[in-house]
């Protein structure tokens, strides 16, 4: 039997929420290693911490494949 329409939506919600958490937790340990003022040189630990970050959003990114 074929899901429902609105099963396959809740089933959508939930991973996008599930990946909203994952993105604010990784968003959350990098801005600890944010500086408050100016900066010079690079940081291995804000590079470390970012890291997730940005490969959890361009995971979300909408692809442009097509278009």
């Known amino acids: ?3 429902s329409p609105l099963n396959a939506a809740v089933r959508q919600f939930e991973a996008v929420e599930a990946n909203l958490v994952k993105l604010e937790k990784a968003l959350d340990d990098a801005m600890v290693h944010i500086p408050e ?3 010079f040189g690079e940081d291995p630990s804000y590079e470390r911490a970012n890291g997730p970050y940005m490969n959890c959003l361009n995971r979300f990114r909408p692809s442009t494949a097509g278009s």
């Open 1 to 3: 039997m074929a899901e």
């Open 37 to 39: 003022g100016v900066a």
